[in-house]
């Protein structure tokens, strides 16, 4: 991150607050061609800042070695190569043709098993007696690289894990996206505030069941070809149709522009738990706590483990800051380094936003009715630490 940028992401801060202007003007999405000559600076402060989406073309990819290797020279999957590097192990798969709630329900399959269905799918004209499946979530490895591999079907309408930035890379085939911004899913609730499996159902259109549907903005649409990248903003809610035999690779990662936004959605997400079971609060001497636990059920994180995932991040840039990077680690491929690589202002920057979230923690009256001595550092110790790290950065 560059001085402008910092200026720029702390000015916005400050007349924003967490949120950030949710519509873009006539429904845009940016087209970044020129890999060259698009920085880092520029994707901060043109698009993580303001949350907006873009693509950036196959430029971007164009070294891969996933694209070069994972793929044929006509663009469709090469069976042989994923068989030989990845054949032996377990990966998740989606039952594509099953609803459960607003998901699919998932079973695990040997990587080489699903690939002989895929053959056999794609032999039989796009269909199985097996239905639709498809493999997603698969974490590769270490680096949070999360392969999809589907054939033709969809992503339900979702918005992103802990309302998360994302990445969506095609290594071969094609999608179709329909995005909505942050806010816009409340006009696609149901009477009973459930949203939709499907955003292009018949059903939503009906206002018996859909109510506010008709105030609803009509989605971005963005067409991916191979080789192209997909942002996603935080809290943005989408569907994904893959429009032929798809790879892709996805990523997705919290920084300070949006670790306010996955607070606020934390919080929301307790309310919820605590109006289902707000007439156990009484008769029940450790509601706050089975609240706490059912929000870990349905979220994957509770209020202590959210105040760790803060105090990683927070030492994570103390230590760049404190420290520095030295020769050993900056040629290791490791997360000091990928840190490292972003700068001092962007460390000053995530530290900044992260005091904002954990003084707001902190003051929260549900999180000051759990057990807090098991948290070391404490978070008073944890927000003075921060605050020196800030002070002697800017100095």
């Known amino acids: 991150m560059d001085r402008a940028t910092f200026a720029c992401s702390t000015a916005f801060f400050r007349d924003f607050g967490n949120s950030a202007p949710a519509a873009l003007p006539g429904g845009h999405v940016d087209f970044i061609d020129k890999a060259d000559s698009f920085s880092y600076s520029?994707?901060?402060?043109?698009?993580?800042?303001?949350?907006?989406?873009?693509?950036?073309?196959?430029?971007?990819?164009?070294?891969w070695?996933?694209?070069?290797?994972?793929?044929?020279?006509?663009?469709?999957?090469?069976?042989?190569?994923?068989?030989?590097?990845?054949?032996?192990?377990?990966?998740?798969?989606?039952?594509?043709?099953?609803?459960e709630y607003n998901s699919n329900p998932k079973e695990q399959l040997p990587f080489k098993e699903f690939v002989e269905y895929w053959r056999e799918y794609i032999g039989?004209?796009?269909?199985?007696?097996r239905g639709c499946l498809y493999l997603k979530d698969w974490h590769l490895s270490r680096s949070g690289l999360i392969p999809k591999i589907p054939a033709?079907?969809?992503?339900?309408?979702?918005?992103?894990?802990?309302?998360?930035?994302?990445?969506?890379?095609?290594?071969?085939?094609?999608?179709?996206?329909?995005?909505y911004p942050a806010g816009q899913e409340?006009?696609?609730?149901?009477?009973?505030?459930?949203?939709?499996?499907?955003?292009t159902a018949p059903e939503l259109r009906d206002k018996r069941i859909y109510p506010r549907f008709g105030r609803s903005q009509p989605p971005l649409e963005i067409l991916q070809e191979a080789g192209e990248i997909v942002f996603i903003p935080s809290g943005w809610h989408h569907q994904v149709h893959n429009l032929e035999d798809t790879i892709s690779i996805n990523h997705n990662w919290v920084n300070g522009c949006n670790v306010a936004v996955m607070w606020c959605f934390l919080q929301d997400e307790l309310a919820a738990v605590q109006r289902e079971i707000s007439q156990w609060k009484d008769p029940m001497d450790d509601w706050h706590l089975q609240c706490q636990l059912i929000m870990k059920s349905c979220t994957g994180i509770d209020y202590k483990e959210f105040y760790n995932f803060l105090r990683v991040i927070a030492e994570n840039r103390i230590s760049i800051l404190e420290k520095g990077l030295d020769e050993e680690s900056s040629s290791q491929n490791n997360s000091k380094a990928a840190i490292s690589t972003l700068g001092m202002l962007h460390a000053v920057f995530d530290l900044k936003r992260t005091v904002k979230v954990l003084s707001s923690l902190s003051a929260n009256e549900d999180f000051r009715k759990l057990d807090l001595t098991s948290l070391s550092p404490s978070p008073e110790v944890l927000l003075q630490h921060l605050e020196s790290a800030i002070d002697t950065a800017l100095l």
Request: aromatic share 16%; hydrophobic share 35%.
């Open 65 to 99: 070695s996933s694209r070069k290797t994972w793929v044929r020279r006509d663009g469709k999957p090469n069976f042989e190569h994923l068989l030989r590097e990845f054949g032996e192990a377990v990966v998740p798969v989606a039952k594509c043709d099953v609803r």
């Open 152 to 179: 033709l079907g969809m992503t339900p309408f979702h918005a992103d894990v802990f309302r998360s930035y994302s990445w969506s890379a095609n290594i071969c085939g094609r999608k179709k996206w329909l995005l």
């Open 124 to 129: 039989n004209g796009y269909s199985s007696s």
């Open 42 to 63: 520029d994707f901060f402060r043109d698009y993580l800042i303001p949350n907006h989406p873009c693509v950036f073309s196959a430029k971007f990819t164009e070294d």
């Open 186 to 199: 409340e006009f696609l609730k149901d009477r009973h505030g459930n949203l939709p499996f499907d955003v």
